[in-house]
Structure formats: C-alpha cells, structure tokens
C-alpha cells in the first residue's frame, strides 16, 4: 500500500507544476503575481467548500479552533507565499528549476523536522542516504539551470 500511496502522491506532485503554470498565465491577465495567488486561494476556497458539502463535513468548531496554537495557523500565509513566490520565479527561472529548487528545499526541510520529531512527529533520524539524496537533487538544480 505504501508504494501505492506514494505513486498517487507522485501524480499530485505532477499538479504543482501544471498549478504553477496556469497561474503564471493567469497572472499575465492580471498584471501582477499578488492578484493570481489571490485568485488561485479565492478558487481553492469555492473549490474546498464544495468539497466540504460533497463529503457532508461540518463547519469548524470555533470553540476548538481557537484552542489551537496560535502557529499552527501559519500553514495558510506559508502556503499564500509559496503559491505567490512560484507564479513570481516561474517565468524568470522557469518551471523545471523553481519545483526542483522548492522540492530540495522542503526535503531539508522535512529531513530536519523527521530528525528532531519536530510538531509532535515520530522521530525519523537523518541518514547517509537521505543526504546523499539531497545532495544529488542539489546537484540535478545546479544541472538543469546550465543546461
């Protein structure tokens, strides 16, 4: 199931680079990266509260929400600047570098946060082969940019 899973997690990946290019196109209609950031987010929220009436969810209880550590609502404005920040490098380094140099660095990221047990994760500690891995990604930036 696992391998499974991370196929179907592949296939979204493949999204983000189809998602970063409409919205660069988008932009172009719109004249500056801030609007199509803002009306991919105001898309994503229709689109979410579809979904929410589809699978029968209920509104959010806002006795719990605001139970919720005041960080842990820092995932929309982290997700408001890399959506906003793909549709502004796009064009000025393309497609190809902007996911690679984005995946390295959720990959340092990720490695750190698995390393520590950060946010109440299982502790996942870094490896030679996650380094590697990393290094050979860093590596594939460097390559695609010169060619």
Same mark, same amino acid.
Request: include cysteine.
């Given at each position: &199931? ?5 196929? /179907?997690?592949?296939?979204? $990946?493949? %999204? ?24 991919? #987010?105001l898309v994503g929220t229709i ?8 699978? !029968?969810?209920? /509104?959010? =209880?806002?006795? @719990? ?7 842990? %609502?820092?995932? +929309?404005?982290?997700?408001? *600047? %890399?959506?906003?920040?793909?549709? #502004? %490098?796009?064009? !000025? *380094? +393309? ?9 390295? $660095? ?5 490695? /750190?946060? =698995?390393?520590?047990?950060? #946010? +109440?994760?299982?502790? @996942?500690? /870094?490896?030679? +082969? ?12 460097? &390559?695609?940019?010169?060619?």
């Open positions: &199931m696992k391998y499974i899973y991370t196929l /179907i997690v592949l296939i979204i $990946g493949c %999204f983000l680079a189809i998602q970063g290019s409409i919205n660069t196109q988008l932009t172009s209609y719109l004249k500056h990266p801030l609007q199509g950031a803002l009306v991919n #987010f689109t979410l509260v579809g979904l929410n009436i589809i699978f !029968k969810t209920h /509104i959010p =209880d806002w006795a @719990h929400v605001k139970t919720a550590p005041i960080y842990l %609502f820092l995932g +929309g404005c982290l997700g408001a *600047i %890399f959506v906003s920040s793909v549709i #502004f %490098f796009i064009p !000025k *380094i +393309g497609v190809t570098t902007v996911l690679a140099a984005s995946i390295a $660095g959720q990959l340092i990221a990720a490695s /750190i946060i =698995d390393h520590y047990g950060f #946010f +109440g994760f299982t502790v @996942h500690t /870094i490896s030679a +082969g996650k380094v590697i891995g990393i290094l050979l990604l860093l590596a594939g930036i460097f &390559m695609i940019q010169k060619y």
